[in-house]
């Protein structure tokens, strides 16, 4: 395995009822600023049980949040901030709002001009506002980690610092009882594609990482048709193992010590940006077309990804292999995913306009060893059509 | 699975060389003791890699610390610690420096009388000095939990305190070249044990946590007797997978949200508190008793181990379960353990010595569910004959 320094410092209380438990986690003085997003909290209880518990706080609240979060937006809680004093954010909801929440707390406390500098000129962020998470929907794994992404004008853009890593998450499985079902699929396939770019790249010998990463798919793909299906979509343990896995799959713990390859994400970031397609769906077009352009480069991990998490036994090495994207493509479909770039009325022509803001965002080296050149990304792109 | 709160703040420094980081990880005004064992770490380079790092502070250093610590060693580092006014401590070594410097830091603030009362009368830790590891010894977990246990008397303890969770912790997997076969070996299967006693339990359906603890195991009996055979006992990727096996086996991520049965280790610790056996020789001797004797209550859970962790498929279920418990005595013997009473030169006579230890402590009813009282110890003990 690799040498790594590893840190995860997040409280996590998970299960039922434990929306209680910020009452304690936040200091009773402070001056909290609620961040959530379209107002779904309102309706299954969520915001109830988080204003109750902060019936002895001083707090004020911040609402209007979208997916895939808007510079414009965030820069709104600016004034709200500076008028109340706020010096806590308690983010109420998806990766969207938690990951609005980072980039709120960082330029509140950000001591250049231009907050956007800290997306756009990767500016180093030293310090935050505290923040804690509410979570109402697994997938992201942002409730634990040091990383963000925010839009502006169609650019989709990541930034990371450990100032940004929540000190609490509350994990309620109850709580995502009332998502959509297209909320559940993006969110299982999300945290399912963030295990594999830990995990398909190539082998250092990293049993533990293996084993865990493998663990998770196992998981993803065993409970997440689960929780579409009439009979079994209210089981709150098949929603606590949903949860725990998205959480685990980018907490830091699989991706330490390994070789990754996030050229899934970074691609499928232009797609969300330019046609605005659902984070995960993007994900669930591209990845299947990177295991095929990219089968020699993961020969060794896509076999072991056959034989340990598809149980795959006959046939040759190839055969497996190919068995196994086929698996995966049926399992994102299983999930009501698109797989190709059709199913969401892109064609051949909408392939340059993402190559040239691959290009234009400096994408030009991508994966695990950044041979995702843009003739590569390309070639992925038509693979997916 | 069950509710759960989880916290593990220790930061992780992993790999060859990383024994520099202590450097920027310890404050530069800070006064530190250096507390290691029999000093075998004069041997094998480590102390030197650790003053080279510590060149620019102010230290000094506590020597001696015995496997099982006593209590009485441990104490006598508190007038060290009153006269140079030390306000951090480096423990250098295996489980037992780090338990026994986990104890020297909480009696160094303790407001009590007696520090004695930690873990006699299991008084709670409110604060201790700052503690960080160099861990030499893959086994007990203990650097990046909060756990300890102490000598005295022939009575072998435990306490628990947040208080006392290292801030960092060192883990250079080639510091662990220089072990003895035995040392390799306990630690192993001291690991070996810390999971099965989280996973071998009853089935609440947390697939994540399952999952983990067999990875574990896997990994586990695949490289450990690889470090024991000449041709890989060098393989630095060996130990590695060793070493990060063993601090995951305990730092309460396996454990989060399912039953835990800790009557192993708890009979195991009247055993080295009676006749001073290596704490992981009592483990390997006692586990495959338990697993005999609760083998209805463990049904569900020793079927799975037999399944995902050995791969079993042949026979009834009764049988894939025997077959499952042979295997893991094969396992511990080919890791040269004992796994009878007898192995140890111990009969009859001595399980009425055990038992009476065993009621005097109050470890009348062990196991996940309460069940192992006094009579089913007697019968654990009886079966190991």
């Known amino acids: 395995m690799l040498n790594f320094s590893f840190e995860n410092q997040t409280r996590i209380h998970f299960g039922e009822g434990q929306i209680s438990a910020i009452t304690n986690e936040i200091p009773r003085d402070a001056k909290v600023l609620v961040v959530y997003g379209g107002g779904s909290i309102k309706n299954n209880g969520v915001y109830d049980q988080v204003i109750s518990a902060l019936k002895d706080h001083t707090w004020f609240e911040f609402s209007g949040i979208e997916p895939n979060p808007l510079y414009d937006?965030?820069?709104?809680?600016?004034?709200l901030i500076k008028e109340h004093d706020i010096d806590y954010l308690l983010a109420v909801g998806g990766g969207s709002v938690v990951d609005g929440s980072k980039f709120i707390a960082a330029a509140a406390l950000y001591a250049g001009d231009d907050p956007w500098d800290i997306v756009a000129k990767q500016q180093k962020v030293e310090s935050a506002l505290p923040i804690g998470v509410v979570l109402t929907l697994p997938a992201t794994g942002?409730?634990?980690n040091i990383g963000a992404v925010v839009t502006r004008d169609g650019n989709k853009l990541p930034f990371m610092s450990s100032a940004v890593r929540p000190q609490f998450a509350v994990l309620d499985p109850a709580v995502t009882l009332s998502l959509s079902e297209r909320q559940i699929s993006n969110g299982v396939v999300d945290a399912f594609i963030h295990t594999m770019e830990q995990y398909l790249t190539y082998s250092v010998n990293a049993k533990v990482q293996d084993r865990f990463a493998e663990g998770l798919l196992q998981t993803l793909i065993e409970e997440g048709p689960k929780a579409l299906l009439a009979e079994s979509k209210d089981d709150l343990e098949v929603r606590g193992n949903i949860m725990w896995s998205a959480t685990m799959a980018l907490n830091g713990l699989i991706g330490a010590g390994v070789p990754q390859d996030w050229s899934t994400h970074m691609i499928g970031h232009e797609l969300t940006g330019t046609y605005g397609i659902d984070h995960a769906r993007t994900l669930s077009i591209v990845l299947p077309a990177?295991?095929?352009?990219?089968q020699q480069d993961k020969h060794e991990k896509l076999l072991q990804y056959a034989q340990r998490v598809w149980h795959i036994s006959e046939g040759n090495e190839e055969q497996q292999i190919v068995q196994a994207i086929q698996l995966t493509e049926n399992f994102f479909q299983s999930m009501g995913m698109p797989i190709r770039l059709s199913d969401v009325k892109l064609g051949e022509s909408?392939?340059?306009?993402?190559?040239?803001?691959?290009?234009?965002?400096?994408?030009?080296a991508l994966g695990e060893k950044q041979q995702v050149t843009l003739p590569v990304s390309r070639q992925i792109l038509t693979t997916a059509l």
Do not use: F, I, Y
Not at 73 to 79: E, I, P, R, V, Y
Not at 290 to 294: A, H, L, N, Q, T
């Open 350 to 364: 909408d392939v340059d306009v993402l190559l040239e803001k691959l290009e234009l965002h400096g994408m030009v």
């Open 73 to 79: 937006t965030l820069m709104k809680a600016q004034a």
């Open 142 to 144: 942002s409730e634990t």
């Open 290 to 294: 990177v295991m095929k352009v990219r």
